[in-house]
């Protein structure tokens, strides 16, 4: 309780009692007019509210008054609150003789509420500042106002721990803001202080030792008193929050404990707004990532509820954004794959296995296509796992591909059997009549009957070797198509000409539905006699004995259709859409004793798109029959040239007698040429190799002057491209006809021996006739 009894309108002090003693600081008062004895009130206002109640005579009361006293004269002034109340003092007139000064320091209760008061107004503002740096200011500014101080703000200290960066601080008014990097040496040593995370408290800057030297410094910066709060950080000094005040200031240990709270709830909140913002960054740099992936990705939580999916997946679904979560996830498995990724998950949340399983998804057009789950728990520093992260990857493609590569790889392993059997079956008669020849010699008419058996296989082998050079150029384009009228009846007939060996030989009825007028194509005709050659050998070894074919030629709407239908075995309906892939085929039967290679079809389709048409099959299934159709544009019938005439070829036999040269490294082969030539009357020469005719083509020598040089291509060291030139360069066979009988039969093989000096390519095995008919043409030229 503070006391005091003033007299007179001087308000002279009469009595003072212990508690107001303390409130002024000990001082001589009593006696003398309280504005002579402190004058802190009269500057203050309290004396004009005293002259106001002596005058008055009405008391006047007061809660929480603010009074700046000097407790010690020439000491740093304090702040004081106070309750009061001013009576007048009466007198038996009645009159005011006084007045009676009655309060209680109330300073620490106030303080307490304003501290109280900064705080939740600190705690407020932090729930809307979305930024680190108005986080600091505003504490600043609430920490400074509380205080009365003069600056407060936060700084952040550079990597040499002596500078201190300042953003922006709060400052009173007329105060200047120290903004930008601050060398805090130059105003005193206490940075060591700092870094050992023990605050600076300066009352008085120009009476600590620590500051002394820079105190007029301080002071024009109206930091004459002021406190430094470290914060460090893995055992650094990293920051500080710092309050300043004008004039000397006892910092009371309740400012201190303020300062402190501020920093501390400060820093709390702006480390988790950093937080914050580097997880919202963190979090739509990997959604920016994840909807950039081709893979659709997912998360989950720790038991495995679905939480997250990025835009990929709902592009493939077309589910709508959320339907999918938790467990709903399955609903766009596959039926029969469901219960095997459910429990694939559920081992891998069991277990903490990497879950990897492929399966079909739902797209959004309502078809399933492959996929390749995959996920990963993440696991945080103690190893437990905190969520799973994974990604779907459309492997359908692969899987259609890898599907179609195990079809194509087993369609060949058939067809390298086909080949091995259809290969065997002309060799073993082959074998058979040259093992009986050397056992029954002598005997010609055997030996007339071994030689139409030899010769009968090795054209059926030839014919299986043709097929196969035969669809690898047509299905690569590599096949130069004739471009002239073709009659259609005449393919038809020419084609049934060839088959109908077959036919008959398996006792088929055959049907052939022409139309009278004659109908024509632009194209090659004997690619389109093979074409229809093909189906109907098919039809033929494809129906049972005693079957029915029939071929068909239509004309509708410029589209000639030309159809081979036959009542035989069917095409089963998962064979139907591949008929046409290379080396398919139906199954193998007993009965079908002409085999093949599976390459026809191939071949039918190819030269049909060549003509610019195309080919079809039709069957209602195993045992049920087939129809093949091809369809072509029809042209106008061409005007017939009456000056036309045919060139017929020499008989055999009609040419002179030739030299002739033979090159083959394969002694056999180059013996039964030689001996097939001399029995046409010819004189013929026979070297193994290009060096042993070039070291014998003297000027005088048979084989320089040779008529004829029949050369194999691949010979050793020099190959027979080598030795053409080289013929064509010699005064003795420069005008020489040039063949080259090899093994070698592509495209290519054509030009490059056309381009060596050549006059004619055949390939092997030779056939004599067409041999003989060169030969007759060139004598006769």
């Not at 920490?143 to 936060?154: C, I, P, Q």
């Not at 929050?241 to 709390?268: C, K, Y």
């Amino acid at each position: 309780m503070c006391m005091a009894l003033l007299h007179g309108p001087t308000h002279q002090v009469e009595f003072v009692n212990p508690g107001y003693q303390r409130l002024v600081g000990a001082r001589d008062i009593v006696g003398r007019p309280i504005a002579e004895a402190l004058d802190d009130a009269a500057t203050q206002g309290y004396v004009h509210i005293l002259d106001q109640v002596y005058r008055e005579g009405l008391p006047y009361a007061a809660n929480g008054a603010r009074y700046v006293v000097q407790a010690v004269p020439g000491g740093p002034t304090v702040e004081r609150y106070v309750d009061f109340v001013f009576q007048p003092v009466r007198g038996r007139s009645s009159e005011v003789g006084g007045v009676l000064v009655l309060g209680s320091d109330v300073t620490e209760r106030v303080l307490g509420e304003r501290r109280r008061d900064a705080l939740a107004r600190l705690t407020d503002a932090l729930r809307d500042l979305r930024t680190p740096e108005d986080i600091t200011y505003c504490a600043a500014r609430i920490l400074g106002e509380t205080l009365g101080a003069s600056r407060a703000g936060f700084g952040l200290i550079g990597a040499a721990g002596d500078t201190v960066h300042i953003d922006r601080d709060w400052c009173a008014e007329g105060v200047e803001s120290l903004a930008g990097a601050i060398d805090l040496r130059q105003f005193g040593n206490f940075i060591d202080e700092l870094r050992a995370n023990r605050p600076v408290v300066i009352r008085d800057a120009g009476a600590d030792p620590r500051t002394q030297e820079a105190a007029e410094s301080l002071a024009a910066l109206s930091a004459t008193a002021f406190v430094d709060l470290p914060v460090v950080e893995d055992d650094q000094l990293a920051a500080l929050i710092f309050v300043n005040a004008a004039g000397p200031r006892d910092w009371s240990a309740q400012d201190l404990a303020l300062m402190r709270e501020v920093a501390e709830r400060t820093h709390t909140a702006s480390q988790r707004l950093r937080t914050e913002i580097a997880l919202a960054a963190s979090e739509a740099m990997f959604r920016t990532i994840a909807n950039a992936m081709p893979q659709m990705v997912w998360s989950t939580l720790p038991d495995g509820f679905h939480d997250y999916y990025n835009d990929p997946w709902y592009e493939f679904t077309g589910m709508v954004p959320g339907s999918t979560d938790g467990v709903h996830w399955a609903d766009v498995f596959h039926p029969d794959d469901r219960d095997r990724a459910w429990r694939a998950w559920r081992h891998s949340l069991a277990t903490g296995d990497t879950y990897e399983i492929q399966y079909r998804l739902r797209d959004r057009h309502g078809n399933y296509r492959w996929v390749l789950g995959r996920a990963l728990p993440v696991r945080d520093d103690s190893g437990a796992i905190v969520r799973w992260m994974g990604t779907c990857t459309d492997i359908d493609d692969q899987k259609m591909a890898e599907h179609a590569l195990r079809l194509a790889n087993q369609r060949k392993d058939d067809f390298l059997a086909m080949l091995a059997h259809e290969l065997r079956n002309p060799l073993a008669p082959i074998s058979t009549a040259a093992q009986v020849l050397r056992l029954r010699q002598g005997d010609a008419a055997y030996a007339l009957r071994a030689g139409e058996i030899i010769e009968r296989q090795v054209r059926h082998m030839t014919e299986l070797v043709d097929d196969l050079l035969d669809v690898s150029r047509v299905t690569r384009g590599l096949v130069q198509m004739e471009r002239e009228p073709v009659e259609l009846r005449a393919v038809v007939d020419s084609a049934v000409e060839q088959v109908r060996p077959l036919i008959e030989a398996r006792h088929h009825a055959l049907a052939v539905d022409l139309p009278d007028a004659p109908v024509f194509v632009s194209g090659d005709r004997t690619r389109l006699v093979q074409a229809v050659s093909n189906l109907l050998n098919n039809a033929a070894k494809y129906t049972q004995q005693h079957g029915s074919l029939r071929v068909a030629l239509l004309v509708q709407d410029g589209q000639a259709a030309m159809s081979v239908t036959d009542n035989g075995s069917g095409i089963p309906p998962g064979l139907l859409p591949h008929v046409f892939d290379l080396f398919t085929q139906g199954e193998r039967t007993p009965d079908r004793a002409q085999g093949g290679l599976g390459l026809g079809l191939t071949l039918v389709k190819s030269i049909a798109g060549l003509h610019g048409g195309a080919v079809t099959a039709d069957s209602e299934g195993q045992g049920q029959g087939s129809v093949f159709t091809i369809t072509l544009p029809t042209i106008a019938a061409p005007v017939a040239d009456p000056a036309a005439g045919g060139n017929a070829l020499p008989p055999a036999g009609a040419g002179r007698p030739l030299r002739i040269t033979v090159v083959d490294d394969n002694r056999d082969a180059g013996a039964s040429l030689a001996a097939a030539l001399e029995a046409q009357g010819h004189t013929v020469r026979l070297f193994d190799d290009a060096e042993a005719l070039l070291a014998d083509s003297g000027p005088a020598t048979d084989a320089a002057n040779a008529d004829v040089y029949v050369l194999d291509i691949g010979l050793p060291r020099i190959d027979g491209y080598q030795l053409a030139r080289a013929l064509r360069q010699r005064p003795g066979s420069r005008d020489a006809l040039l063949i080259a009988l090899t093994g070698y039969g592509q495209a290519h093989d054509f030009t490059l021996s056309k381009g060596a000096g050549f006059d004619h390519h055949l390939v092997k095995p030779a056939n004599l006739e067409q041999l003989e008919r060169i030969l007759i043409g060139w004598a006769a030229a």
